[in-house]
């Protein structure tokens, strides 16, 4: 039986494996039961800032704590980390200040909360933003080291976790996980699904369905979105020549875009983004989610499909 | 007509019941905001807001707006109480494609005037529709219910500092002062001291009164809409979960369902047969 884990849980798994390193500091914008800050919180109450209810506050409180030498992690859901993106923008990654921001319960795929706690746009607008790393892993054990890894990072960072559970990939392979490479889940030589996140298990489904029509896909977990692994992107579209990508975020400016920017410029190659199409979420859960948004398994078969259809 | 108080108390006993089926049912949502709002929400649809289930649309119709959007299901209770929607809609109170979307949305349900789920936004919102009234030489009242936990954030404090630069008497706040927030308490999240001289200093008018007390509700109702002159505030002081005891002032119920036994426990101190 697979594991299934949330990647939420690794984040607060992560921030207590930091705890020994003193100039950590946590802050809080009352979603720690919901993003697991809480077990820092429980564990280090004077290491922990609560900012009530008040997401802007909380990003510039760490802007100052890491200009005076802590190495702040704050966290609140994904889609009010945008609340507070210009202070984001003006205040940390301009300054370039190593401020860690964590956004939980990212994507469609958060469910019945409905569309205003469904940030399709996350990664999308922190990668604009010059310094800043954008992480979005697709297991607790993946986010759990990858947190740990921004401790060394001298620069500010984006990790979207995700609500739910989903398949546990990495027990027992901690040291496959670094920031800015990219993880070959599964080869294939037809036709490679770049992925992140929770759409990760969807695209190893997707594959396997390929499989039985003889179709070899790779599956590529591309869980740090910026700086994008192109080494990995191009090697893949050498030995693949038919790319696709899929992302539980709109079509526009994530996981899938930053591919099409680098394949554009660089080695063109068929590629089919699979991605929430440019409209709003609604109330359903989880599953039924990527199905309404046509992103689950079936979606990126066919997308890898017409990938392969459009290679000269 | 005006509803009685005995009518109004059992208008609020009906949505309450239908608060925690929503949220038994879904397995999911906010029981303990919605049960400290509900009668001040009873209290305001029954007698007070003026508007026309049969034409939610209506231009001159005053507007409410549940800034705590995620205190749905006592909207959606009372919507339904209203023949807003039908008490069928309840049933699809988070699910795929249903009226009752986890947070009130005006897209999706009729008599919902702002899609609401971000917290801090609907007193800005409000102040808008209240412009709005002003420049259309409308009579028609603006009402914004906030959440205690709400008021931290700091935009609020930005439409309550503009609303009294353009001195809109037409604005009226209902703050739902139930003590806690999402994790916890407020005193441990984040003190805010003396909320009724906050208001104040900002320039509002302000009545205290216990928001579980139709009588003082229907006094605190009657000051806001009294009120032309001034933005006004009610600061009612409720108890999160109201009406079912292992809810009432228990943090867990912010955003927690019931399970099976505890649904049953619900529904009989609530007064319902479950059949
Ligand atoms: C901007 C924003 N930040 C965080 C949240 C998550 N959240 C939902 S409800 C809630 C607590 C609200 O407390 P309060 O306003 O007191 O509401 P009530 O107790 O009446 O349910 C929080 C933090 C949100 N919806 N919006």
Not at chain 1, 69 to 91: C, D, K, L, V, W
């Given at each position: 039986m697979t594991r299934m884990a949330a990647t939420r849980d690794g984040y607060g798994q992560a921030l207590l494996d930091m705890a020994s390193n003193e100039k950590v500091v946590v802050l809080e914008a009352d979603l720690g039961k919901s993003t697991k800050s809480l077990h820092f919180r429980k564990a280090y109450p004077e290491r922990t800032v609560s900012c009530g209810i008040g997401e802007q506050n909380m990003m510039l409180?760490?802007?100052?704590?890491?200009?005076?030498?802590?190495?702040?992690?704050?966290?609140?859901?994904?889609?009010?980390?945008?609340?507070?993106?210009?202070?984001?923008?003006?205040?940390?990654?301009?300054?370039?200040?190593?401020?860690?921001l964590c956004g939980s319960h990212g994507g469609t795929h958060t469910g019945t909360d409905g569309s205003s706690a469904q940030s399709i746009e996350d990664l999308a607008i922190f990668r604009t933003l010059p310094n800043v790393v954008v992480l979005h892993?697709?297991?607790?054990?993946?986010?759990?080291?990858?947190?740990?890894?921004?401790?060394?990072?001298?620069?500010?960072?984006?990790?979207?976790?995700a609500r739910n559970k989903t398949p546990v990939f990495y027990d027992g392979r901690e040291n496959e996980v670094t920031i800015g490479k990219g993880v070959v889940l599964n080869t294939g030589s037809d036709v490679a699904i770049i992925a992140c996140g929770v759409m990760v298990s969807e695209a190893m489904k997707a594959a396997e369905s390929l499989a039985t029509k003889g179709i070899n896909a790779a599956v590529v977990d591309m869980h740090t979105i910026k700086p994008l692994d192109t080494e990995l992107i191009d090697k893949l579209a050498r030995d693949c020549g038919a790319l696709v990508t899929a992302e539980d975020h709109n079509i526009i400016g994530g996981l899938g875009g930053s591919v099409a920017e680098f394949l554009s410029s660089n080695i063109p190659t068929p590629l089919e983004r699979v991605g929430v199409k440019d409209r709003f979420g609604e109330s359903g859960q989880a599953a039924e989610m990527l199905d309404l948004m046509e992103i689950s398994a079936p979606f990126i078969a066919l997308a890898a499909e017409r990938a392969i259809n459009r290679k000269q | 007509m005006t509803m009685s108080i005995d009518e109004l108390e059992e208008l609020a006993r009906r949505c309450r019941v239908e608060i925690v089926k929503m949220v038994y049912r879904a397995q999911a949502g906010h029981p303990g905001g919605s049960l400290s709002e509900i009668d001040l929400l009873c209290a305001l649809y029954?007698?007070?807001?003026?508007?026309?289930?049969?034409?939610?649309?209506?231009?001159?119709?005053?507007?409410?707006?549940?800034?705590?959007?995620?205190?749905?299901?006592?909207?959606?209770?009372?919507?339904?109480?209203?023949?807003f929607i039908s008490s069928q809609d309840l049933e699809s109170y988070r699910v795929l494609g249903g009226v009752c979307q986890g947070h009130v949305d005006s897209k999706w349900c009729p008599g919902v005037d702002f899609s609401a789920g971000s917290l801090g936004m609907g007193l800005s919102f409000g102040m808008g529709c209240a412009v709005a009234g002003r420049l259309s030489n409308s009579n028609r009242n603006v009402f914004v219910m906030l959440g205690d936990g709400e008021i931290q954030e700091g935009s609020v404090w930005e439409a309550a500092m503009a609303a009294k630069h353009h001195e809109l008497g037409n604005l009226k706040v209902i703050l739902d002062c139930n003590r806690i927030q999402n994790d916890d308490f407020c005193e441990t999240q984040m003190r805010m001291f003396d909320i009724p001289a906050k208001w104040r200093s900002f320039g509002w008018d302000v009545k205290e009164i216990d928001g579980h007390n139709m009588e003082q509700i229907t006094e605190g109702l009657d000051f806001l809409v009294q009120n032309k002159a001034n933005p006004s505030?009610?600061?009612?002081?409720?108890?999160?979960?109201?009406?079912?005891?292992?809810?009432?002032?228990?943090?867990?119920?912010?955003?927690?369902?019931?399970?099976?036994?505890?649904?049953?426990?619900?529904m009989s101190e609530l007064g319902e047969v479950v059949s």
């Open positions: 409180t760490a802007a100052g704590l890491a200009a005076s030498g802590y190495i702040p992690f704050a966290s609140t859901f994904a889609i009010f980390t945008e609340r507070a993106f210009e202070q984001m923008r003006n205040g940390i990654a301009r300054p370039n200040l190593p401020v860690h892993p697709c297991d607790d054990v993946s986010t759990r080291v990858l947190t740990n890894q921004l401790i060394e990072l001298n620069q500010p960072s984006y990790t979207r976790t | 029954g007698n007070y807001l003026r508007v026309k289930p049969d034409d939610p649309e209506w231009d001159d119709r005053d507007r409410f707006i549940l800034s705590k959007g995620h205190a749905s299901p006592g909207m959606y209770a009372i919507l339904a109480e209203m023949n505030v009610l600061i009612a002081h409720t108890i999160k979960g109201k009406g079912v005891s292992y809810m009432e002032d228990n943090p867990a119920f912010h955003g927690a369902a019931p399970n099976d036994e505890q649904y049953s426990v619900a």
